[in-house]
T-cell receptor
């Protein structure tokens, strides 16, 4: 069964460092998302991406964040200068565009020290 | 309550019993979905119900939606130990926005 894959599964970084989280969405999907979940809290929307551009973003998704789909298969989330409060599980998701069902990856756990 | 807020926060039942989780939301919705998350894992889509639907079934799952009360319920019948997970409802407002707003979830424990 097709699945969304994310790397790395866990990354530990120092505050102020840049981090890139990678995702390979399901191949025939058209819409791509990043969500995050701080430990014990709800899943929060960060950004949606369609047709090679951001279609929506939340207040969390400030200038420190950026997304890219560099090669038609990967979908990346970059955090330019990490803060302690960026520590969370980051989930990539995709969907076909025909239904509202999202397919999530297993997540990348980011720990900022 | 906030958009997509589930109750109870935690639920513990014996295997074979039914589990009911509720979700309330504040603003009008296009779709409401339920997702499951095993500890430390990704979210898995369970079922989607449109705003013009009142009930939907999928296997042992039954979802109801009452738009007048802005609430939904998820019923898992004949629960199994493998159903132990957190369950989240998520709403989207439509109108071109497919951003999902999740609740805090219900943590279900099914005791063998």
């Amino acid at each position: 069964e097709p699945e969304v894959t994310q790397t790395p599964s866990h990354q530990v970084t120092q505050m102020g460092q840049e981090v890139i989280l990678r995702c390979v969405p399901i191949s025939n999907h058209l819409y791509f998302y990043w969500y995050r979940q701080i430990l014990g809290q709800k899943v929060e929307f960060l950004v949606s991406f369609y047709n090679n551009e951001i279609s929506e973003k939340s207040e969390i998704f400030d200038d420190q964040f950026s997304v890219e789909r560099p090669d038609g298969s990967n979908f990346t989330l970059k955090i330019r200068s990490t803060k302690l409060e960026d520590s969370a599980m980051y989930f990539c998701a995709s969907r076909t565009g025909y239904t509202g069902e999202l397919f999530f990856g297993e997540g990348s756990r980011l720990t900022v020290l | 309550s906030q958009q997509g807020e589930e109750d109870p926060q935690a639920l513990s039942i014996q295997e074979g019993e039914n589990a009911t989780m509720n979700c309330s939301y504040k603003t009008s919705i296009n779709n409401l979905q339920w997702y499951r998350q095993n500890s430390g894992r990704g979210l898995v889509h369970l079922i989607l119900i449109r705003s013009n639907e009142r009930e939907k079934h999928s296997g042992r799952l039954r979802v109801t939606l009452d738009t007048s009360k802005k609430s939904s319920s998820l019923l898992i019948t004949a629960s199994r130990a493998a159903d132990t997970a957190s369950y989240f409802c998520a709403t989207d407002s439509g109108a071109g926005s497919y951003q999902l707003t999740f609740g805090k979830g219900t943590k279900l424990s099914v005791i063998p």
